[in-house]
């Protein structure tokens, strides 16, 4: 099972060489269809339940895992079902050739693949590699037009992700002498290795654990080295903007969290949770200050995928089971509402050919549909309830409060009003007011309408109620990370 | 042996800093490959384990051979002026690793306070290349000397790896040269693009993205 995760999509990137174009299309949906309904069968499996091995152990999932990869399936699909419009305007447009699309298929799918094996890799060693392919099989979906702009990107993309996952590869090499050192077992299994953490050096698990929150946090968007991000989001097409924003800072995130329960294992959970807690907030307030001036529509959203990314480091910070709880609903939340926010942005982008703010307006007048969806997306995304981000913020910061952080949770609040301020300014502009006379009213396609409806109600279900098999999993997977009971 | 391998690759990296022109830049950081090469060597004889062996052929053959000629084959390819560019001249940047190399013993005597002089001394070393391969990143203008530097932080943390940890399991190092091999060549397309519509290669002149 956890071994046709991986080759499904390395199966559907061959099938895109091969293919002519309509038969492409529908495997490639065929394929990440059954890719989802896998991984909730492995996600219901294994939660409650002990991890499973494959191929040698080479391959491990638990719930955490899991959790990953379903959140991951569920982008995947919904970014491929808005790609063929999307892709299919484009080549009507002339922006791109069909040998372009072709490329974007098996460019998609290898991505996928790469984003797949990140959480199901038991070896540290092997997960950095995959967290390395990742970033090199999106650096040319980011320069996919080869325009000045998307060049530049994508090369800031590549070097500065780069150099983050160097420095995480010098926290990975620490983290394998400490245990060499101590245990004289040669192995960077995280399975071993997390039985074994309790011996550990604890200078050097400190100093490894500071490299890898560096390193795989400029990858996860966290501020200070999140500069790269909304140059990247931006300049990407629109569904792989959604991927990057929606999951790829995630397995980063995972990256992290794999990390920081060995070091909690070797020398509490203070050490970690201080800095969780610090990066942050920092990130919290430097996406809020970015997003007060900010004109263009995809960057905004860029920045507010810094901040979520900040929320939930910081909820991990927090440490306590309802906090951590609510740190994998809001990773979930994020990833649904900003993947419906970009497709619509996307949509707007396109219908006005600009991505400033200031000159998309009426949005309501010119697409109707795309308008109700952004506004759901915005409501949601600043935590309006009934939406599901609303509930796991509540969840978080009632666990601040409950475990007497009044501090950092009065700083939480204030850096989130001021996003919530400016978010709604700068969107509701946007949508509401009178379009500009160039432009038509058009209509979606309904593969578009489809995925922005799916989402939309998705995003309500998860305000409302919680499924009894995504609570499971969500216990279970954060029950991994404080590592006892809830 | 180790200790004459590792002031070897010092040198080389403090050479790094004086280079003035790319393809000097280039042979540098081939022979700084070699060097970690015969480190891996010269450990693989004493353990007489065929997977060291492979892999120090690995390194040979990526880090040695097909990458720096990669990169010298741009270079000639996209016909740019051969000069790095220096945000700080050689003998400031020298006196800078000089800095950096007390900073980074500083550091090893306090995170591995009770180990043998050869451990420390790669450590140190170690270190000290990593962060000569990031002052290359940021103090040198063309994009080039971006794909060398991380080339170089990658060399320091694979000193690193095989000099005090006995060297990382075989499939980990496998993954870890193809994924360095992909990634020159990768960095190395965007590169050639980005000398194809900017018609330069310098980084800071890469401003259009702000805010």
Known sequence: MLFSIVIIPVLAAVFSVLLPARLRGTANLAAHGVLLVLAGLLAYRISGGSGIVAFGGVLRADALSAFFIFLISLVNLAALVYSRPYLQEDIDGGVLSVRQARGYDILFNVFAATMLLVPLLDNLGHMWVAVELTTLASAFLVGFYNTKASVEAAWKYVIICSVGITLALLGTVLVYYAVAAQTDTKTLDWSVIMGRAAGLNPRIMSVAFLFILVGYGTKAGLAPMHTWLPDAHSQ???????????????????????????????????????????????????????????????????????EHVGIIVFALGVGTPLAVFGSMFHALNHAVTKSLVF????????????????????LVQALPFTAAAALVGLLSLVGMPPFGIFMSKLMILSACFQKGLYGPAALLLLFLA???????????????????????????????KVVFVCLALLLLLLGVMMPTPLQTLLISASRLITGGGV | MTLFLLTGIMILTYAMLVCHRIPALIQNFRLQSLFLFLVTLDFAVRQKEAGVFVVA?????????????????????????????????????????????????????????????VVFAAFVVSITVVMVGFFIMVFRMKAITQIVGLLVMENGIFLLASSIAGGMPFF????????????AIITGIFMYRI?????????????DLKG
């Open chain 2, 195 to 207: 000398n194809k519509v900017f018609t330069h290669i310098e980084v800071h002149r890469l401003t």
């Open chain 1, 418 to 448: 001021v996003v919530f301020g400016a978010l709604i300014y700068h969107v509701s502009a946007s949508i509401f007011g009178h379009k500009p006379k160039g432009v038509e009213f058009g209509a979606e396609a309904l593969g578009m």
């Open chain 1, 343 to 362: 497709f619509a942005a996307g949509n707007a982008v396109k219908k006005y050919k600009t991505h400033h703010l200031h000159m998309i307006h009426g």
């Open chain 1, 236 to 306: 990407a097409l629109t569904p792989v903007s959604a991927l990057l924003s929606g999951v790829l800072l995630k397995t980063s995130l995972y990256a992290i969290i794999r990390f920081a329960m060995i070091t909690n294992k070797t020398m509490g959970p203070e050490f970690t949770s201080r800095l969780f807690i610090f990066f942050g907030l920092f990130s919290v307030a430097v996406a809020g200050i970015f997003l007060l001036a900010q004109k263009d529509f995809k960057r905004l959203l860029a920045y507010s995928s810094i």
């Open chain 2, 57 to 117: 052929g690995l390194l040979l053959l990526v880090k040695v051979i097909l990458v720096p000629s990669f990169l010298n084959h741009l270079v000639k390819k996209i016909k740019v002026d051969e000069r790095l560019g220096l945000f700080l001249n050689p003998l400031l940047s020298l006196i800078a690793a000089l800095f950096l190399t007390w900073g980074a013993a500083v550091f090893c005597a306090w995170l591995v306070s009770d180990s043998p002089v």
């Open chain 2, 172 to 183: 980990v190092e496998i993954a870890i040269a193809f994924d360095v091999f992909i990634c």
